[in-house]
Nanobody, 117 residues
C-alpha cells in the first residue's frame, strides 16, 4: 500500500518558520513527482510546490521566495521549508505524489499549519 505521512505542522507567529516533512512508502519514490498542496477553510485546495523526479521545482506565486521544496530519494521523503510565514499561509498542508508506475495520485492525511499572533 502506498502511504504518505506528513509531520512538522504547528502554530507559528507571523514571520516565523516551519519545516514540513513527508515520508513515502510503497512506491518507486525516486521516479515520482512529489509536492505539497494546501487547503484553507472555505477555500479550494491549491498547489503550493511541486518537484519532478529530476528535482525541477514549481511554486505558487504566493510562496515564491519564501518556501523551498526538496526531496531525499535515499530516505523517500519530501520536505517543505517555509520561511517568513504569513497569516494567509494558515491551512491544512497535504503531501502529494504522482506515481509513474500506475499513474495514480496519492495524498497524505494532512498537517495543520497555523500562523497567528
Amino acid at each position: 500500500q502506498v502511504q504518505l505521512v506528513e509531520s512538522g505542522g504547528g502554530l507559528v507567529q507571523p514571520g516565523g518558520s516551519l519545516r514540513l516533512s513527508c515520508a513515502a512508502s510503497g512506491t518507486a519514490f525516486s521516479i515520482a513527482t512529489v509536492g505539497w498542496y494546501r487547503q484553507a477553510p472555505g477555500k479550494q485546495r491549491e498547489m503550493v510546490a511541486i518537484m519532478s523526479s529530476g528535482s525541477n521545482a514549481n511554486y505558487a506565486d504566493s510562496v515564491k521566495g519564501r518556501f523551498t521544496i526538496s526531496r531525499d530519494n535515499s530516505e523517500n521523503t519530501v520536505n517543505l521549508q517555509m520561511n517568513s510565514l504569513k497569516p494567509e499561509d494558515t491551512a491544512i498542508y497535504y503531501c502529494y505524489l504522482f506515481s509513474k508506475q500506475n499513474f495514480r495520485t496519492y495524498w497524505g492525511q494532512g498537517t495543520q499549519v497555523t500562523v497567528s499572533s
